[in-house]
Structure formats: structure tokens, C-alpha cells
């Protein structure tokens, strides 16, 4: 007999066995972010969504989970009496997150009920996901589709300061019977270091005049000094206006700063109902070193 076959999956001697470790991270990532067989293979190109696409949000430290799937529907036939199952839920988990309160707050601004993919980062430094077996990808290594809402409780654990309530729920049935481990040659602290460094964004006042002030910190640390008027990022399918920019920006000290917030190719000020969506995202050569979330500046007149 095989060593290895399909009926004894662990072998005779069960030497054919591949514990499934501990997951020590999650990476969250957009829902549609994927890799060829090949090119997962490649460190160069998570870096770059990490770094550059911004398509890998990066990873989150678990300090605990909770395992809420459902138990699986099971009927009683009436005539046979045999039991039957008519119905098998998908995965779904209470992540609580190792992070300070700023990151918890950004994670609250940003999971707010919204659809993304997830790749478990297993203790022996590989990562759990999905592989594609049927249709025109097959090969690719994709995360598990899931919609992820950060809980709204803020102090949540009894003697917990850093452990934050993540909701997370499977979406895609196919992928749990397509799961693969990934065991890269690299190491995914490479990876982990290649995260930009968070910012708190937050504004001090209201709009007025075509200004908007703000103040910036390395989160939960530092004031953060030395913001270009090249370092702002606009969003204009987040907001309302056309061609919203950062027109101009004086440094006010101590992580202050007054931003000229305006719209249109031909600048001019917000008005009423006018909002532009911003943030701040650093750039070195081609990497994002510094990243804030969004904020949205309302006109006001």
C-alpha cells in the first residue's frame, strides 16, 4: 500500500500529515488581489502591492479568536428517520485584533461592513488561502473572500487594552474546498517591514476661505513634521467634486498644518455640499513609506 493515498490521507504511519499551525496574522488585502501559480513565488510583487498598488492593507496581530460558524442544519426524516444535513454555513470568526487604540480607530473607519479578501498567516510562516481550480485563472492564489466590520464597542474586553472585536464572515463556499498553503522561500517578516508607517489625519477646524487645517501624528506617537504639498493624496471617486486638490500648504509646527482644499481644473473653493476626500501618502522613489487613512473636507460658505 501507498504511503499516502486518499483514503488514509495521514499515511499508514501517519508520517503523511501537515498540522494546520496556529494563525499568528491576518492579512487583509482587496477582495480581488490575486497572484499566477508563478508570481506568488515572487517577493518583489507582494512588496509592491504593499508598497505601491496599496492592494495588500497589510497584517493585523491576532491576540485571540473566536470560531462562530454555525453548526450545520440537520433534519430528521420522518419516514426514515435518518438524519440528513441541508445546509453547511461558511466560516465565520470574532478576531480580536493586538493593536493600540489609533489603530483600532482606523480599522473602525475602514471596516465598516465592506467586502475583502484575507490571507491567514500561519505560525510556521506560511500562508493559508485559496487556489483556483476551474475557469480562466486556474493556479492563482487568491485570499478568501470575506466581509469584515470592525465592532463599534471601543473598550470591548474586560482588562483588554489591546485586543479590538473584528467580525469576519466567509462569502465564497468554493474557496474553502480550493484552500492552499503557500510556504514561501522568503520570509514574511520581509514583508512586515515593508509596511508603510501609519498616520492619524485628523481636521482642527471648519473649512473656510479655501483652507483647511489639520493636524498629523505617527499613530498614537509623534507629531508628524515635514509634509510636502506632493505628500497629499485627493480621491475624487470618494467625494463629490471634480479634480479636488491640495493647492497649497503651510506648516503651522508641532504636527499642525493649513491646507488650501480646492476643486475643478480650474481651482477654485468648496461651497456648500462640496465635500473632497484626502489623505496623506508619502512617497519614496516608488514606495509608499507614510499612509494616513481619508478624511473629508466639507464645504462650507
Not at 485584533?97 to 475602514?110: M, P, R, W
Not at 485628523?202 to 476661505?209: K, R
Request: net charge negative; hydrophobic share 35%.
Amino acid at each position: 500500500m501507498a504511503g499516502c493515498n486518499v483514503l488514509l490521507p495521514g499515511g499508514v504511519n501517519g508520517d503523511c500529515q501537515i498540522p494546520l499551525e496556529e494563525v499568528l496574522n491576518v492579512w487583509v488585502t482587496d477582495k480581488d488581489l490575486s497572484y499566477s501559480y508563478t508570481g506568488k513565488k515572487s517577493l518583489s510583487g507582494w512588496k509592491a502591492d504593499i508598497q505601491q498598488n496599496l492592494t495588500n492593507h497589510g497584517a493585523a496581530g491576532l491576540d485571540s479568536f473566536n470560531n462562530t460558524t454555525d453548526d450545520p442544519n440537520v433534519v430528521t426524516g420522518a419516514v426514515s428517520k435518518a438524519k440528513k444535513i441541508t445546509s453547511t454555513p461558511l466560516p465565520s470568526f470574532e478576531f480580536f485584533l493586538d493593536s493600540n487604540f489609533c489603530d483600532f480607530k482606523e480599522v473602525l473607519q475602514t471596516l465598516e461592513g465592506g467586502n475583502y479578501g484575507i490571507f491567514y498567516e500561519l505560525q510556521d510562516g506560511t500562508l493559508l488561502g485559496s487556489i483556483d481550480t476551474s475557469g480562466t485563472e486556474i493556479g492563482y492564489f487568491k485570499p478568501f473572500k470575506c466581509n469584515i466590520t470592525a465592532s463599534s464597542k471601543l473598550l470591548q474586553e474586560t482588562d483588554a487594552t489591546t485586543a479590538f472585536k473584528v467580525f469576519v464572515n466567509h462569502t465564497n463556499k468554493q474557496q474553502l474546498k480550493d484552500q492552499f498553503i503557500f510556504d514561501p522561500v522568503w520570509d514574511i517578516a520581509e514583508l512586515h517591514t515593508a509596511m508603510p508607517n501609519g498616520l492619524s489625519l485628523v481636521a482642527t477646524a471648519v473649512y473656510a476661505a479655501g483652507d483647511q487645517t489639520v493636524h498629523v501624528n505617527n499613530r498614537c506617537a509623534s507629531n508628524k513634521t515635514g509634509i510636502l504639498l506632493v505628500d497629499w493624496d485627493e480621491n475624487e471617486s470618494l467625494g463629490n467634486v471634480d479634480t479636488p486638490a491640495v493647492t497649497a500648504i503651510v506648516e503651522d509646527g508641532a504636527g499642525d498644518y493649513t491646507l488650501t482644499v480646492q476643486k475643478d481644473s480650474v481651482p477654485a473653493d468648496l461651497v456648500d455640499d462640496d465635500f473632497a476626500v484626502i489623505r496623506v501618502n508619502i512617497i519614496s522613489g516608488s514606495d509608499t513609506t507614510d499612509l494616513s487613512g481619508y478624511i473629508s473636507v466639507e464645504g462650507v460658505t
